[in-house]
């Protein structure tokens, strides 16, 4: 069972214009959600995260959308740069000591020239 | 200098075998973690210490085992290898009370395959 669901294996854009990636989840109980970036070969690194107290967060090139009432949220980046192609796993977590991150299968994006 | 490293980086190896995958952080954190990223790319928690006391113990095969000396190092070790083990192996780091709060260092992974 997927509680963390990135249902867009890859996205393809254009140098310069906005990428959006999109994530949904299914616990309610989850408050605090992550975006990391992987580069082939080498593991996650942390991008940016929001809290559910909040409904934006931004971060340079990078925000990151929050909708509770739809369990959705998606990371912006604009503009696109041939450095952001790699993989991005949404990830999601809940309040307490043993809970833990639950991450996304990844959406492959790939920055065209 | 590397924040999360592990060894080794590649590891080929015969069913049945028993085998250790290496896991050093130098940020200070209190918190590791094992995660497997098998064929499907799942990227999914395995086992997580703090302050070397095992506090997530997924649902893992007993042949997995981790083993903290101290709270900068996390090991795992497996025994009988199956096929189903072929997978990467990732090693993370934080420092959190509430576990999930914090961004988790990864260490670059280590590709264990089973013949």
């Known amino acids: 069972d997927q509680q963390v669901k990135q249902n867009s294996p890859s996205l393809s854009v254009q140098e310069g214009r906005i990428s959006i990636l999109n994530c949904d989840y299914t616990?309610?109980?989850?408050?605090?959600f992550l975006w990391y970036k992987k580069y082939p070969a080498e593991g996650p690194t942390f991008l940016i995260s929001?809290?559910?107290?909040?409904d934006k967060n931004e971060d340079g090139r990078f925000t990151v959308f929050l909708n509770k009432s739809a369990k959705h949220l998606s990371l912006h980046i604009v503009p696109s740069q041939p450095g952001d192609s790699a993989v991005y796993f949404c990830?999601?977590?809940?309040?307490?000591?043993?809970?833990?991150?639950?991450f996304g299968k990844g959406t492959r994006l790939h920055i065209l020239p | 200098d590397t924040a999360v490293s592990q060894t080794p980086k590649y590891l080929v190896t015969q069913m049945g075998n028993d085998k250790s995958i290496k896991c050093e952080q130098n940020?200070?954190?209190?918190?590791m973690y094992w995660y497997k990223q098998d064929s499907k790319k799942f990227l999914k928690i395995m086992f997580s210490?703090?302050?070397?006391?095992?506090?997530i113990n997924e649902t893992v095969p007993n042949r997995f085992s981790p083993k903290s000396p101290d709270k900068a190092h996390l090991n795992l070790h497996i025994n009988s290898l199956e096929l189903g083990d072929s997978a990467v192996y990732f090693c993370?780091?934080?420092?959190?009370?509430?576990?999930?709060?914090?961004?988790?260092?990864f260490g670059p992974g280590t590709r264990l395959t089973v013949l």
């Open positions: 929001i809290s559910s107290i909040k």
């Open positions: 940020l200070g954190h209190d918190t």
């Open positions: 990830a999601a977590s809940a309040r307490g000591r043993d809970d833990k991150i639950i």
């Open positions: 616990n309610s109980m989850f408050d605090y």
């Open positions: 993370a780091s934080s420092q959190a009370e509430t576990l999930g709060y914090n961004e988790q260092f």
């Open positions: 210490y703090n302050n070397k006391e095992l506090i």
